[in-house]
Structures are given as C-alpha cells and as structure tokens.
C-alpha cells in the first residue's frame, strides 16, 4: 500500500519559514517524480514545485520561486519542502504527489496523493 504523510505545517507570521515533510512508503522515488501542490480557500489545487526520478532536477511555480526548495533524501524516502519568506498567501493546505514524470503531473497526472497539512501564514 502507498503512502505519503504530509507534516510540518502550522500557523507563521509573514515573513517566516516552514518546512514540510513527506514521508513515502510503497513507492521508489527512482520509478516516481515527487511534488507538492497547494490548495488555498476556495481555490483550485495547484502545482507549487516538482523534483524529477530522472535526474533530480527541480522546478518551481513562478510565485515560490526563490521563496521554496524541494529536496529530497531517497535514503529516508522522504520529499521536504522548505518555505521561506512566507506570505499570506501562501496560506493553503499542501499536499504530497507521486506520479510518473513531473511533465505529467504538471498536467494534472498523479498517481497518489497525500492527505495535506494545512500552512496558515498570518499577516
């Protein structure tokens, strides 16, 4: 069975820093590229940054980039996300997604998801 265990949300202040874990069971992260989405209030669930199986490269929405760093430790099997310089609108639930290359989990192509841990950056 799969699983991917979201941690490390919780209430900041603007300005702040976070750091998300997911913790992988089931899956290899060779035969699988990781991500994170986000899902704030009332809003689409959208993809915030990818690592790739392939060669481990990373990408980023425009509106984390050089804010958020994707990270991963295949050892641990474990995908973090560190957040810095948060802003209220990151407030959002973030979710934890495998799926088979980050181009098609761009498109909306995961094959499991995380239950998600709520950030709530306060202004």
């Known amino acids: 069975e799969v699983q991917l265990v979201e941690s490390g949300g919780g209430l900041v202040q603007a300005g702040g820093s976070l750091r998300l874990f997911c913790a992988a069971s089931g899956i290899s992260f060779d035969d699988h590229s990781m991500g994170w989405f986000r899902q704030a209030p009332g809003k689409e669930r959208v993809g915030v940054s990818y690592i790739s199986r392939d060669d481990g490269s990373t990408y980023y929405s425009d509106s984390v980039k050089g804010r958020f760093t994707i990270s991963s430790d295949n050892a641990k099997n474990t995908v973090y996300l560190q957040m810095n310089s948060l802003k209220p609108e990151d407030t959002a639930v973030y979710y934890c997604?495998?799926?088979?290359?980050?181009?098609?989990?761009?498109?909306?192509?995961?094959?499991?998801w995380g239950k998600g841990t709520l950030v709530t950056v306060s202004s």
């Open positions: 997604a495998a799926g088979e290359t980050v181009v098609t989990m761009t498109r909306g192509y995961v094959d499991f």
